[in-house]
């Protein structure tokens, strides 16, 4: 019995050891691999930005070292809003905010993960847009449409 039990844990350790080493293997794939191409692999992959950044060799599960970004315009109708707040949360705690410009344009770095974004501005209805995956050094676009109060 005890011979089994060893045995089994045996083999948990190679199944661990053979994980780490394939991700080591796609890990190096991926640094060799062109930014446009890892920027299409960030926007058609969509799962969890920690496991991205460790596969990919950016950061690790932990600590992403580098950012991404959402960019994008807010507008209402044909009107572009100006002075609209853009904020990302994660579990309700402000990670980042920006304003959009004159012509209703943002853009907002975060490290690798999911947030919450919040498009803000008197007189319209507030738009989130829930967990939203940001992958390191890709910059997506999100266009956001408000609808006003009145």
């Not at 950016?58 to 315009?73: D, R, T």
């Not at 501005?121 to 050094?137: A, G, R, S, V």
């Amino acid at each position: 019995m005890a011979d089994e039990k060893k045995g089994t844990e045996e083999k948990g350790k190679e199944t661990g050891n053979e994980s780490s080493e394939m991700i080591q293997i796609i890990a190096s794939i991926l640094k060799s691999t062109p930014i446009e191409i890892k920027k299409e692999l960030g926007r058609i992959v969509r799962t969890d930005a920690d496991i991205w950044n460790a596969v990919n060799g950016v950061g690790s599960v932990e600590k992403s070292l580098e950012k991404g970004s959402y960019e994008g315009i807010v507008k209402s109708g044909n009107t572009l809003l100006a002075n609209v707040s853009v904020t990302a949360q994660q579990e309700g705690v402000d990670k980042a905010s920006v304003v959009t410009d004159a012509n209703g344009c943002y853009k907002i770095e975060l490290e690798g993960g999911s947030y919450d974004l919040i498009y803000s501005l008197k007189d319209y209805h507030t738009e989130t847009k829930d967990n939203e995956p940001i992958f390191p050094e890709v910059e997506m676009t999100k266009n956001v449409e408000l609808t006003s109060v009145v």
